[in-house]
């Protein structure tokens, strides 16, 4: 790659201008929205439901809270929130209106309108005023974020004091057996779901090697810790294929 002076960075394993990156999530999940779900459940053999529920064991959400689910994409966090709270709002925003779009069908559904907001935005530069939310919520969305620390900054910054961070996303197994295991299947069978299931499977190749180019849970447990949170901790969710990072503004 010829050198313009750019800052670069990476898109799956493919080296980018930063300033193409968003664009190019976009593409991605404007490609699968419809199938979104259904994926998730065939990826993951539905294991994906059982970390959201431990995600909300341990965020405990109460009456009244309010929520910003960042990269909220069809609103499954938020559901689970707001059923788990009894009451409260949640504003699910991310960067993919078709995401979104598919989250507001399931909102009627589920006749929830009136507790949701939707909103189009980046996760580096949110549209809402400091000190203004209870909970922060991204779920398998930090990773797609150009500069994921900028989005953790930003979280902060959005959060009352005494406001509490919960991120959900792919990790490292750390047992090197077990991880070239997962990567055996993540390589040679999601890229071909994704082509039955959703007709694309560039998008799920993607995904993929997304996960590979995270930060380990240590790693990424710094960076929560670098923007302000305190009281932080991880846990890892089917021996690390995942791992919840916790942290509060205190």
Same mark, same amino acid.
């Given at each position: 790659?010829?050198? +313009?002076?750019?800052?670069? +960075?990476?898109?799956?394993?493919? +080296? %980018?201008?930063?300033?193409?990156?968003?664009?190019?999530?976009?593409?991605?999940?404007?490609?699968?929205? *419809?199938?979104?779900?259904?994926?998730?459940?065939?990826? /993951? %053999? @539905?294991?994906?439901?059982?970390?959201?529920?431990?995600?909300?064991?341990?965020?405990? #959400?109460?009456?009244?809270? $309010?929520?910003?689910?960042?990269?909220?994409?069809?609103?499954?966090? *938020?559901? $689970?929130?707001?059923?788990?709270?009894?009451?409260?709002? /949640?504003?699910?925003?991310?960067? +993919?209106?078709?995401?979104?779009?598919?989250?507001?069908?399931?909102?009627?559904?589920?006749?929830?309108? &009136?507790?949701? &907001?939707?909103? !189009?935005?980046?996760?580096?530069?949110? #549209?809402?005023?400091?000190?203004?939310?209870? !909970?922060?919520?991204?779920?398998?969305?930090?990773? =797609?974020?150009?500069?994921?620390?900028?989005?953790?900054?930003?979280?902060?910054?959005?959060?009352? #004091?005494?406001?509490?961070?919960? !991120?959900?996303?792919? /990790?490292?197994?750390? %047992?090197?057996?077990?991880?070239?295991?997962?990567?055996?299947?993540?390589? =040679?069978?999601?890229?071909?779901?994704?082509?039955?299931?959703?007709?694309?499977?560039?998008?799920?190749?993607?995904?993929?090697?997304?996960?590979? $180019?995270?930060? &380990?849970?240590?790693?990424?447990? /710094?960076?929560?810790?670098?923007?302000?949170?305190?009281?932080?901790?991880?846990? =890892?969710?089917?021996? @690390?294929?995942?791992?919840?990072?916790?942290?509060?503004?205190?």
């Amino acid at each position: 790659m010829q050198d +313009t002076g750019e800052d670069t +960075t990476h898109f799956g394993f493919e +080296t %980018v201008p930063e300033a193409e990156k968003a664009g190019k999530v976009q593409g991605v999940f404007t490609s699968v929205a *419809s199938k979104y779900d259904v994926m998730n459940d065939v990826m /993951s %053999v @539905g294991i994906h439901r059982i970390w959201k529920e431990a995600m909300m064991d341990w965020l405990a #959400p109460r009456a009244g809270q $309010k929520l910003l689910d960042v990269a909220g994409g069809t609103g499954d966090i *938020s559901f $689970k929130f707001l059923k788990r709270a009894g009451s409260g709002h /949640s504003t699910v925003l991310d960067i +993919t209106e078709n995401m979104l779009i598919e989250g507001r069908k399931r909102a009627e559904t589920a006749q929830m309108v &009136d507790n949701l &907001d939707w909103v !189009v935005g980046d996760a580096m530069a949110l #549209p809402f005023a400091d000190n203004s939310f209870d !909970v922060y919520t991204i779920s398998f969305g930090i990773r =797609n974020v150009t500069r994921p620390q900028e989005a953790l900054n930003e979280a902060y910054r959005v959060l009352r #004091p005494g406001g509490r961070l919960m !991120v959900l996303e792919f /990790s490292q197994i750390p %047992v090197p057996l077990a991880q070239k295991a997962y990567d055996l299947y993540s390589f =040679n069978v999601i890229p071909r779901m994704g082509q039955m299931i959703a007709n694309d499977r560039a998008s799920y190749q993607y995904l993929v090697e997304s996960i590979r $180019k995270f930060p &380990d849970q240590e790693t990424f447990l /710094s960076m929560v810790q670098q923007a302000g949170f305190e009281n932080t901790s991880y846990r =890892n969710l089917s021996l @690390g294929i995942a791992a919840l990072h916790s942290g509060w503004k205190i």
